[in-house]
């Protein structure tokens, strides 16, 4: 079945430490995106990639890094700058990254830093 | 900028309700207007879309209807059941933002008793 992985579900690190969160998928989609959602409130675009090797900054990129190495995989890495790194990451992907193409969501992972 | 405007929540509801969740938006250009659905736990899935004005998107009984006049995009479903329980997201992507990034309303959580 085609669709878009996040592992892992759940992530707790400790404060001052990196991590990297994994997306990928096998829909042979161009464009794929990390949104940040933070309990009662919308989502927030971090980063986002509309073809391999290229990838923009979003809403809320400062403390996250990107990379996009392969169509397929998108990671993204939360480092120590990032000042208040628990919250829900979700990672999506489209056809094209035009702006009438539907966005098809992972599961999303659960970042926890204690 | 564009934004959208959700009905707060949550909205209780009992089964069998006739449900409206409102949405408005402000958009520069000609955007295409989305409602996306977050089950407890999961990652967001397209629930219905219009790409242009008058046009009606529809799902698994829900329905919205793209209004240009009253910049307003309303989820509407005849009869709810427990299974809806769920955060609904109007999101809009405008034609005339080369961003091609979603903007999202902040999600209304739907709360259906049996």
Known sequence: DGGITQSPKYLFRKEGQNVTLSCEQNLNHDAMYWYRQDPGQGLRLIYYSQIVNDFQKGDIAEGYSVSREKKESFPLTVTSAQKNPTAFYLCASSIRGVGADTQYFGPGTRLTVL | ?114
């Open chain 2, 1 to 114: 900028g564009d934004s959208v405007t959700q009905m707060e929540g949550p909205v209780t509801l009992s089964e069998e309700a006739f449900l409206t969740i409102n949405c408005t938006y402000t958009a520069t250009g000609y955007p295409s207007l989305f409602w996306y659905v977050q089950y407890p736990g999961e990652g967001l899935q397209l629930l219905l879309k219009a790409t242009k004005a008058d046009d009606k998107g529809s799902n698994k009984g829900f329905e919205a209807t793209y209004r240009k006049e009253t910049t307003s995009f309303h989820l509407e479903k005849g009869s709810v059941q427990v299974s809806d329980s769920a955060v609904y997201f109007c999101a809009l992507s405008d034609r005339g933002d080369s961003n091609y990034q979603l903007i999202w309303g902040a999600g209304t959580k739907l709360i259906i008793k049996p």
